[in-house]
């Protein structure tokens, strides 16, 4: 089994993902969808944790060696970076969506040095927003951006021009096709459902609309 199917298919257990083509989930964009992922479930999973982590920093140790310190994005990467950095003895930062109101005013927490090679840990790629905005705030600390990684993407157009145009790299454990090749051979949806979820994301700002 790929690692794709295989994360996708933990994902499913635990109940991180879950598929409804009949009855869609409403984002808080507006935006009707046949899923519903919610990463964060995994914490609750030690063995699922795990094989998350080890996936990851191996993502890390294959496309990006050179890595000196992992950052996770507020809030749901802040974990799955945790474990990674631990995993490859490394350094870890995080970074919130904005600077804080008091104190130092920190958008970054932990220590990031000018020039050190940084990995950004996402646990979602939608449209790839926060983390192109994370790795933003990074290089504007004077951290250098290798690239980014995380577990799960829905494999939207958007995100794939939004990653291009920040130039920044991005690898996942798993993604959208290898979630309904699992789901499939689960039982958890029909072969027929696999038409509805694939229109969804040729055009998930319109689908559900009619």
């Given at each position: 089994?790929?690692?794709a199917?295989?994360?996708?298919?933990?994902?499913?257990?635990?109940?991180?993902?879950?598929?409804?083509?009949?009855?869609?989930?409403?984002?808080?964009?507006?935006?009707?969808?046949?899923?519903?992922?919610?990463?964060?479930i995994t914490m609750?999973?030690?063995?699922v944790?795990k094989?998350?982590?080890?996936?990851?920093?191996?993502?890390?140790?294959?496309?990006?060696?050179?890595?000196?310190v992992?950052?996770?994005?507020?809030?749901?990467?802040?974990?799955h970076a945790?474990?990674?950095?631990?995993?490859?003895?490394?350094?870890?930062?995080?970074?919130?969506?904005?600077?804080?109101?008091h104190?130092?005013?920190?958008?970054?927490?932990?220590r990031?040095?000018?020039?050190?090679?940084?990995?950004?840990?996402e646990?979602l790629?939608?449209?790839?927003g926060s983390?192109i905005?994370?790795a933003?705030?990074?290089q504007?600390?004077?951290?250098?951006?290798?690239?980014?990684a995380?577990?799960?993407?829905?494999?939207?157009?958007?995100?794939?021009?939004?990653f291009?145009?920040?130039d920044?790299?991005i690898?996942?454990?798993?993604?959208?096709?290898a979630?309904?090749?699992?789901?499939?051979?689960?039982?958890?949806?029909?072969s027929?459902?696999?038409m509805l979820?694939?229109?969804?994301?040729?055009?998930?700002?319109?689908?559900?609309?009619?």
């Amino acid at each position: 089994m790929e690692q794709a199917e295989k994360i996708a298919g933990l994902l499913l257990e635990c109940e991180a993902v879950s598929l409804n083509p009949k009855e869609p989930y409403t984002w808080a964009s507006g935006i009707k969808s046949p899923i519903y992922c919610d990463n964060r479930i995994t914490m609750s999973y030690p063995a699922v944790r795990k094989e998350i982590a080890k996936g990851l920093a191996d993502i890390i140790r294959k496309f990006y060696p050179e890595t000196e310190v992992i950052a996770g994005t507020a809030t749901a990467g802040i974990p799955h970076a945790a474990w990674v950095a631990e995993e490859l003895d490394l350094p870890m930062i995080y970074i919130r969506s904005k600077a804080k109101g008091h104190g130092k005013q920190n958008q970054i927490e932990g220590r990031l040095t000018e020039g050190q090679k940084v990995v950004c840990i996402e646990d979602l790629i939608s449209t790839g927003g926060s983390v192109i905005d994370a790795a933003s705030a990074v290089q504007q600390a004077g951290g250098a951006v290798l690239g980014c990684a995380a577990i799960f993407s829905y494999q939207l157009d958007a995100a794939m021009d939004n990653f291009q145009e920040a130039d920044l790299p991005i690898y996942t454990l798993s993604n959208y096709s290898a979630l309904i090749k699992a789901a499939v051979e689960k039982g958890i949806i029909k072969s027929e459902d696999k038409m509805l979820l694939n229109e969804w994301r040729d055009d998930p700002a319109e689908w559900g609309r009619a």
